[in-house]
Protein backbone atom coordinates (compact mmCIF):
# COMPACT_ATOMS: atom_id res chain seq x y z
CA UNK A 1 0.00 0.00 0.00
CA UNK A 2 2.64 2.31 1.28
CA UNK A 3 4.45 1.89 -2.30
CA UNK A 4 0.99 2.56 -4.31
CA UNK A 5 0.69 5.81 -2.44
CA UNK A 6 4.25 6.54 -3.49
CA UNK A 7 4.00 6.37 -6.51
CA UNK A 8 0.72 8.20 -7.09
CA UNK A 9 2.49 11.12 -4.78
CA UNK A 10 5.62 11.22 -6.81
CA UNK A 11 3.56 11.41 -10.34
CA UNK A 12 1.21 14.66 -8.63
CA UNK A 13 4.75 16.36 -7.52
CA UNK A 14 5.53 16.43 -11.05
CA UNK A 15 2.20 17.43 -12.44
CA UNK A 16 2.42 20.17 -9.70
CA UNK A 17 5.91 20.65 -10.37
CA UNK A 18 5.06 21.49 -14.01
CA UNK A 19 2.10 23.32 -13.49
CA UNK A 20 4.26 25.98 -11.27
CA UNK A 21 6.29 26.45 -14.59
CA UNK A 22 3.22 26.94 -16.87
CA UNK A 23 4.59 24.37 -18.90
CA UNK A 24 1.65 21.64 -18.63
CA UNK A 25 -0.03 21.41 -21.91
CA UNK A 26 -2.43 18.25 -23.21
CA UNK A 27 0.01 15.67 -23.67
CA UNK A 28 1.79 16.18 -20.21
CA UNK A 29 -1.52 15.89 -18.46
CA UNK A 30 -2.33 12.60 -20.41
CA UNK A 31 1.13 11.03 -19.61
CA UNK A 32 0.82 11.71 -16.01
CA UNK A 33 -2.79 10.25 -16.02
CA UNK A 34 -2.10 7.54 -17.93
CA UNK A 35 1.23 6.88 -15.29
CA UNK A 36 -1.11 6.92 -12.34
CA UNK A 37 -3.90 4.65 -14.16
CA UNK A 38 -0.90 2.11 -14.26
CA UNK A 39 0.06 2.30 -11.18
CA UNK A 40 -3.28 1.72 -9.94
CA UNK A 41 -3.85 -1.64 -12.55
CA UNK A 42 -0.69 -2.82 -11.11
CA UNK A 43 -1.73 -2.52 -7.88
CA UNK A 44 -5.39 -4.10 -8.22
CA UNK A 45 -3.51 -6.73 -10.13
CA UNK A 46 -0.91 -7.24 -7.24
CA UNK A 47 -4.18 -7.41 -4.42
CA UNK A 48 -5.86 -10.12 -6.53
CA UNK A 49 -2.41 -12.56 -6.62
CA UNK A 50 -2.20 -11.68 -2.60
CA UNK A 51 -5.60 -12.90 -1.98
CA UNK A 52 -5.38 -15.96 -4.57
CA UNK A 53 -1.65 -17.20 -2.59
CA UNK A 54 -3.59 -16.55 0.62
CA UNK A 55 -6.46 -18.65 -0.27
CA UNK A 56 -4.36 -21.18 -2.09
CA UNK A 57 -2.70 -21.99 1.22
CA UNK A 58 -5.74 -22.23 2.98
CA UNK A 59 -7.81 -23.91 1.27
CA UNK A 60 -5.88 -25.63 -1.27
CA UNK A 61 -5.78 -24.66 -5.32
CA UNK A 62 -8.65 -27.01 -6.26
CA UNK A 63 -10.95 -25.76 -3.62
CA UNK A 64 -10.47 -21.70 -4.71
CA UNK A 65 -12.41 -20.75 -7.80
CA UNK A 66 -12.95 -17.46 -9.47
CA UNK A 67 -16.06 -16.41 -7.86
CA UNK A 68 -13.80 -17.40 -4.35
CA UNK A 69 -11.54 -14.75 -5.42
CA UNK A 70 -14.53 -12.28 -6.28
CA UNK A 71 -16.30 -12.78 -2.98
CA UNK A 72 -13.23 -12.11 -0.69
CA UNK A 73 -12.18 -9.19 -3.09
CA UNK A 74 -15.47 -7.70 -3.41
CA UNK A 75 -14.40 -7.44 -7.55
CA UNK A 76 -16.68 -7.99 -10.77
CA UNK A 77 -15.84 -11.08 -12.38
CA UNK A 78 -15.06 -9.35 -15.76
CA UNK A 79 -12.46 -7.47 -13.89
CA UNK A 80 -10.67 -10.55 -12.60
CA UNK A 81 -10.55 -11.85 -16.18
CA UNK A 82 -8.93 -8.61 -17.74
CA UNK A 83 -6.01 -9.59 -15.67
CA UNK A 84 -6.14 -13.21 -16.04
CA UNK A 85 -7.56 -15.60 -18.62
CA UNK A 86 -7.99 -18.40 -16.22
CA UNK A 87 -7.69 -19.99 -12.97
CA UNK A 88 -4.55 -21.67 -14.46
CA UNK A 89 -3.08 -18.40 -15.15
CA UNK A 90 -3.72 -16.62 -12.08
CA UNK A 91 -2.35 -19.85 -9.91
CA UNK A 92 0.73 -20.09 -11.65
CA UNK A 93 1.56 -16.22 -11.74
CA UNK A 94 0.26 -16.21 -7.82
CA UNK A 95 3.02 -18.90 -7.48
CA UNK A 96 5.56 -17.33 -9.21
CA UNK A 97 5.50 -14.10 -7.87
CA UNK A 98 5.11 -14.68 -4.22
CA UNK A 99 7.03 -18.32 -3.90
CA UNK A 100 9.66 -18.28 -7.06
CA UNK A 101 10.48 -14.47 -7.77
CA UNK A 102 11.65 -14.03 -4.64
CA UNK A 103 14.44 -16.56 -4.22
CA UNK A 104 15.69 -15.62 -7.86
CA UNK A 105 15.78 -12.03 -6.38
CA UNK A 106 17.62 -12.60 -4.00
CA UNK A 107 20.28 -15.40 -5.29
CA UNK A 108 21.11 -12.71 -7.71
CA UNK A 109 22.71 -10.20 -5.14
CA UNK A 110 25.45 -12.75 -4.61
CA UNK A 111 28.47 -11.36 -5.63
CA UNK A 112 31.43 -13.50 -7.53
CA UNK A 113 33.34 -14.75 -4.46
CA UNK A 114 30.94 -14.23 -1.50
CA UNK A 115 31.64 -16.06 1.62
CA UNK A 116 29.50 -17.92 3.89
CA UNK A 117 28.51 -14.77 5.57
CA UNK A 118 27.61 -13.18 2.48
CA UNK A 119 25.02 -16.02 1.54
CA UNK A 120 23.68 -16.21 4.88
CA UNK A 121 22.75 -12.39 4.50
CA UNK A 122 21.01 -13.07 0.86
CA UNK A 123 18.97 -16.43 2.38
CA UNK A 124 17.82 -13.94 5.03
CA UNK A 125 16.79 -11.37 2.78
CA UNK A 126 14.69 -13.96 0.72
CA UNK A 127 13.26 -15.43 4.26
CA UNK A 128 12.42 -11.62 4.92
CA UNK A 129 10.62 -11.35 1.33
CA UNK A 130 8.44 -14.78 2.36
CA UNK A 131 7.50 -12.95 6.01
CA UNK A 132 6.41 -10.00 3.66
CA UNK A 133 4.35 -11.92 1.84
CA UNK A 134 3.01 -13.46 4.95
CA UNK A 135 2.60 -10.17 7.15
CA UNK A 136 0.35 -8.90 4.47
CA UNK A 137 -2.51 -11.75 4.04
CA UNK A 138 -5.09 -11.24 5.98
CA UNK A 139 -4.98 -14.85 7.35
CA UNK A 140 -2.12 -15.48 10.10
CA UNK A 141 -2.77 -18.97 10.47
CA UNK A 142 -0.87 -19.67 7.10
CA UNK A 143 2.47 -22.24 7.98
CA UNK A 144 4.84 -24.44 6.53
CA UNK A 145 2.71 -27.17 5.57
CA UNK A 146 0.14 -24.83 3.54
CA UNK A 147 2.91 -23.47 1.95
CA UNK A 148 4.67 -26.88 1.13
CA UNK A 149 1.03 -27.76 -0.76
CA UNK A 150 0.56 -25.19 -2.92
CA UNK A 151 4.63 -25.70 -3.96
CA UNK A 152 3.89 -29.41 -4.60
CA UNK A 153 0.73 -28.93 -6.53
CA UNK A 154 2.11 -26.60 -9.11
CA UNK A 155 4.99 -28.09 -9.34
CA UNK A 156 3.04 -31.14 -10.58
CA UNK A 157 0.40 -29.40 -12.37
CA UNK A 158 3.07 -27.06 -14.19
CA UNK A 159 6.06 -28.79 -14.96
CA UNK A 160 7.61 -25.28 -16.05
CA UNK A 161 7.19 -24.14 -13.19
CA UNK A 162 8.73 -27.09 -11.77
CA UNK A 163 12.19 -26.52 -14.25
CA UNK A 164 12.12 -22.96 -12.64
CA UNK A 165 12.25 -23.97 -9.22
CA UNK A 166 15.13 -26.35 -10.01
CA UNK A 167 17.23 -24.54 -11.57
CA UNK A 168 16.92 -22.14 -8.09
CA UNK A 169 17.92 -25.15 -5.70
CA UNK A 170 20.66 -26.01 -8.19
CA UNK A 171 22.03 -22.48 -8.47
CA UNK A 172 21.64 -22.26 -4.56
CA UNK A 173 23.53 -25.19 -4.00
CA UNK A 174 26.32 -24.39 -6.04
CA UNK A 175 26.26 -20.88 -4.01
CA UNK A 176 26.29 -22.85 -0.51
CA UNK A 177 29.41 -24.90 -2.37
CA UNK A 178 31.48 -21.50 -3.64
CA UNK A 179 31.31 -20.19 -0.32
CA UNK A 180 32.32 -23.12 1.82
CA UNK A 181 35.30 -23.05 -0.62
CA UNK A 182 35.65 -19.18 -0.58
CA UNK A 183 35.82 -19.32 3.19
CA UNK A 184 38.16 -22.45 3.39
CA UNK A 185 40.26 -19.96 0.53
CA UNK A 186 40.40 -17.04 3.26
CA UNK A 187 41.46 -19.13 6.00
CA UNK A 188 37.84 -19.27 7.71
CA UNK A 189 36.77 -22.82 7.69
CA UNK A 190 38.15 -26.08 8.57
CA UNK A 191 39.79 -27.91 5.57
CA UNK A 192 38.34 -30.92 7.21
CA UNK A 193 34.95 -30.03 6.42
CA UNK A 194 32.83 -32.27 3.76
CA UNK A 195 32.16 -29.28 1.18
CA UNK A 196 28.62 -30.90 -0.46
CA UNK A 197 27.52 -32.35 2.57
CA UNK A 198 27.74 -29.15 4.07
CA UNK A 199 26.25 -27.03 1.65
CA UNK A 200 23.29 -29.36 1.70
CA UNK A 201 22.73 -28.57 5.58
CA UNK A 202 23.14 -24.86 4.89
CA UNK A 203 20.79 -25.63 2.12
CA UNK A 204 17.94 -27.06 3.83
CA UNK A 205 17.89 -24.60 7.08
CA UNK A 206 15.03 -22.84 6.06
CA UNK A 207 13.46 -26.12 5.62
CA UNK A 208 13.49 -25.83 9.66
CA UNK A 209 10.12 -23.91 9.28
CA UNK A 210 9.43 -27.60 9.97
CA UNK A 211 6.68 -29.04 8.02
CA UNK A 212 6.31 -31.34 10.85
CA UNK A 213 5.05 -28.60 13.04
CA UNK A 214 1.98 -27.27 11.16
CA UNK A 215 0.00 -26.02 14.48
CA UNK A 216 2.06 -22.61 15.02
CA UNK A 217 2.66 -20.22 12.36
CA UNK A 218 6.38 -20.10 10.83
CA UNK A 219 9.01 -18.92 12.83
CA UNK A 220 11.62 -16.75 10.79
CA UNK A 221 13.77 -15.36 13.56
CA UNK A 222 15.65 -18.98 14.44
CA UNK A 223 16.62 -19.54 11.36
CA UNK A 224 19.10 -17.09 11.71
CA UNK A 225 20.52 -18.24 14.75
CA UNK A 226 20.77 -22.02 12.59
CA UNK A 227 22.67 -20.66 10.27
CA UNK A 228 25.19 -19.03 12.59
CA UNK A 229 25.30 -22.20 14.33
CA UNK A 230 26.04 -24.24 11.26
CA UNK A 231 28.64 -22.08 10.14
CA UNK A 232 30.19 -21.63 14.03
CA UNK A 233 30.91 -25.84 13.68
CA UNK A 234 32.71 -25.40 10.83
CA UNK A 235 34.80 -22.37 11.40
CA UNK A 236 38.32 -22.83 12.39
CA UNK A 237 38.96 -22.35 16.39
Same mark, same amino acid.
Given at each position: ????????????????? +????? /???????????? @?? !?????????? &? %? *?????? *??????????????? @??? +?????? $???????????????????? *???????????????????????????? +????????? @?? #?? &???? $?? !??????? $??????????? &??????????? *??? @?? %? &??????? #??????? /?? $???????? %????? #??????????????? #?????????????
Amino acid at each position: VFKFFEKIFVYIKNFVY +LCGRK /IVNREDSFNINH @QI !NIVMEEDRRE &K %I *LLKAIE *LYMIEGYANVSITDL @QEA +LNMGRG $TMYYYFKDKDELFQEAVSTF *LIQPKQRALERVKEGATIPEVIETMLYY +LGQLRDVHE @QV #DN &KNIN $TS !NVVNVMF $TAYSKFPELYK &KARRLYERELN *LWI @QA %I &KNSMRAG #DVRGDVH /IE $TIAHMFLH %IKDGW #DPGRTSGPMNYEILY #DQYQYLYELIKKS
